[in-house]
């Protein structure tokens, strides 16, 4: 039925409003009608105390003129006064005096009252759908019923009445309503062009336009919706940027050790490469050949880390001793940089819970990471000590270090802080991402922090957590 959220507000709240206005109106109508008849019962009450007075002392002094005049005087005023005609009955049911002869009372009204009931009661008239207002109030003296008195109120009167007050209300409901609507107009549209924007938005995105932004100028929850929207796009656009530079890293490094061994092998075939060298040309070929061997291990183990059958070997061992092992097999790469290894142990056999080989291949990652990045002749500081109930492993070096810009990205996918093309930093940006998702699959956090301690100098910090067994 509609077709936008603009519509479909629009007219749910004008519609609301509406029945709601209808249900005041009918309410307020009710009430009013109740008012009236409770104000008259009380009038007639009034009129009714001064009436039996003078009703009884006519009936005990009927010969006495002056009296009758006086009374029939103060019906006149009183039905005046009340806007009603009154009639007064004996026992017998005859009148014993009224202010309008064509006035009739129902026999069922007179006979309750007789009894000395009080009644209020609404009866059809002569027009129709009109009900007179007949209001009977018995008169006693000295405990004893003599007769009843009736308050008849013409139909005209609460009809005027009624007709007076719909006019307000009808006035009242119109410039309601009207302004009404223009909330309704402006609160549905801040509602809905935001979400039109939010939807244009998407199609845009979807469209391969990740730049596109919605404007956040509110704190309700369509804000909290285009906040968001805008948190998505970004991560949107961050990935689009790394699928970008993981397709032209991937290249790179595939390009090259293609090109080295085609262009080895087509040297040696055509005979350019003479025999006596041809033995050095072919164990490049086999350098480049295993290099291409472990990028594609490395992305068959992305790939598996991924998924959600990956499971681990959970094993009690010594982290110490795996650290030294690590520090042994890259012994070679410390000293050919001259670099100096400072290794801080709470104890020599520190056991956790974790996967051996998986946290082996963290160390080794942080280790050759620390190698690459570190200035000649450096420092290279290692630390493992207890933490509650965690083991925490910390390896600094001193080197170029990690912008501030490229530290939330680092553990990322393919991200490479570094965008120098040189062979010793070359790599497609997984060893990080491997840590990570190492760590996260043991429950356990990873940070890093680089701080800068000379003016092209950086201390870096690499700090990750295991369970203590």
């Not at 507000?9 to 409770?38: D, E, K, P, Q």
């Not at 309601?176 to 801040?190: E, T």
């Not at 961050?238 to 080295?260: C, G, N, Q, Y």
Request: charged residues 20%; glycine residues 4%; contains cysteine.
């Amino acid at each position: 039925m509609f077709k936008t959220i603009f519509q479909k507000l629009f007219w749910t709240s004008t519609a609301t409003i509406l029945v709601v206005i209808m249900i005041i109106s009918v309410s307020m109508f009710g009430l009013l009608n109740n008012y009236i008849v409770h104000e008259r019962t009380e009038a007639s009450q009034r009129a009714a105390k001064s009436i039996e007075y003078l009703t009884t002392e006519v009936a005990m002094q009927s010969d006495d003129l002056r009296l009758k005049m006086a009374y029939n005087s103060t019906l006149a005023s009183w039905s005046m006064i009340l806007g009603a005609k009154i009639t007064v009955t004996d026992m017998e049911k005859n009148i014993f005096a009224t202010t309008d002869n064509a006035v009739s009372v129902p026999d069922t009204i007179i006979n309750r009252v007789l009894l000395g009931d009080t009644v209020n009661k609404f009866v059809r008239g002569s027009e129709k759908r009109m009900h007179r207002h007949i209001i009977g109030i018995p008169i006693t003296y000295q405990g004893q019923t003599l007769g009843g008195m009736f308050f008849s109120y013409p139909p005209s009167i609460m009809k005027s009445t009624l007709q007076e007050f719909s006019h307000i209300i009808f006035i009242s409901l119109i410039v309601a309503v009207f302004f009404a609507l223009i909330l309704i107009y402006f609160g549905s549209r801040s509602v809905s062009k935001p979400l039109r924007e939010i939807n244009d938005a998407v199609l845009e995105i979807a469209s391969g336009k990740f730049d596109k932004r919605v404007d956040v100028s509110a704190a309700d929850e369509v804000a909290q919706l285009a906040s968001s929207f805008n948190y998505m796009a970004n991560s949107l656009e961050h990935l689009e940027d790394m699928r970008a530079s993981f397709i032209s890293d991937i290249s790179h490094e595939l390009r090259t050790p293609m090109t080295s061994i085609s262009g080895f092998v087509s040297g040696i075939l055509d005979g350019t490469v003479p025999k006596e060298k041809q033995t050095e040309y072919l164990q490049l070929v086999l350098e480049e050949s295993q290099r291409l061997i472990r990028l594609t291990n490395d992305m068959f183990e992305m790939t598996k880390m991924s998924s959600h059958g990956y499971k681990l070997s959970i094993k009690r061992f010594d982290f110490a001793e795996t650290i030294r092992l690590c520090i042994i097999a890259a012994e070679q790469k410390i000293e050919a940089k001259g670099l100096s290894l400072n290794v801080d142990f709470e104890e020599d056999s520190i056991f956790v819970l974790a996967e051996p080989d998986s946290i082996k291949r963290v160390i080794i990652n942080l280790l050759d990471n620390a190698i690459k990045y570190s200035f000649e002749n450096s420092e290279i500081e290692i630390k493992v000590f207890s933490q509650n109930a965690h083991i925490v492993f910390e390896i600094s070096n001193t080197g170029t270090g990690i912008e501030e810009t490229d530290l939330p990205y680092i553990f990322d996918r393919f991200y490479k802080s570094d965008k120098s093309r040189n062979r010793e930093k070359s790599g497609a940006g997984l060893g990080l991402y491997f840590v990570k998702n190492i760590l996260a699959l043991h429950s356990q956090q990873i940070t890093a922090n680089s701080v800068l301690t000379g003016e092209n100098t950086r201390k870096t910090t690499f700090s990750f957590t295991l369970e203590k067994a």
